[in-house]
């Protein structure tokens, strides 16, 4: 049971920064796909960025503005967010499933908001 736990969440105002961190319990791989999701009040979760072996991908409303990294040997994976915008207010939870599992583990989730 691989447990996440996400952190650098708070207030911004609009055009502000803020870097996520998640701190995995355990080893992690460059063959885990590991992400961002996000939830709006009334609104479904949705991915914001993913990091896999091969790459990383990002969702529309994020891209050139977010930027998804992982360091394997800290077991981290971080979420840099540039150029905040108010509809990017949300709880952003992270993402791990190991290559060949069916199922991922979450962390708690860390609320941003954008405001002025």
């Known amino acids: 049971q691989v ?3 996400e952190s650098g969440g708070g ?3 609009p ?3 803020l870097r996520l961190s998640c701190a995995a319990s355990e ?3 460059s063959t885990d796909t ?3 999701y996000r939830q709006a009040p009334g609104k479904q979760r949705e991915l914001a960025a993913v990091i896999r072996l091969g790459g990383t991908n990002y969702a529309d409303s994020v891209k050139g503005r977010f930027t998804i990294s992982r360091d394997t040997a800290k077991k981290m994976v971080y979420l840099q967010m540039n150029s905040l915008k108010p509809e990017d207010t949300a ?3 992270c993402y ?5 599992a069916s199922v991922g583990y979450w962390g708690q989730g860390t609320q941003v908001t954008v405001s002025s």
């Open 3 to 5: 447990q996440l736990v």
């Open 34 to 36: 590991m992400g961002w």
């Open 96 to 100: 791990l499933r190991r290559n060949f």
């Open 15 to 17: 055009g502000g920064s």
């Open 91 to 93: 709880v952003y939870y």
């Open 11 to 13: 207030l911004v105002q």
């Open 27 to 29: 080893t992690i791989f």
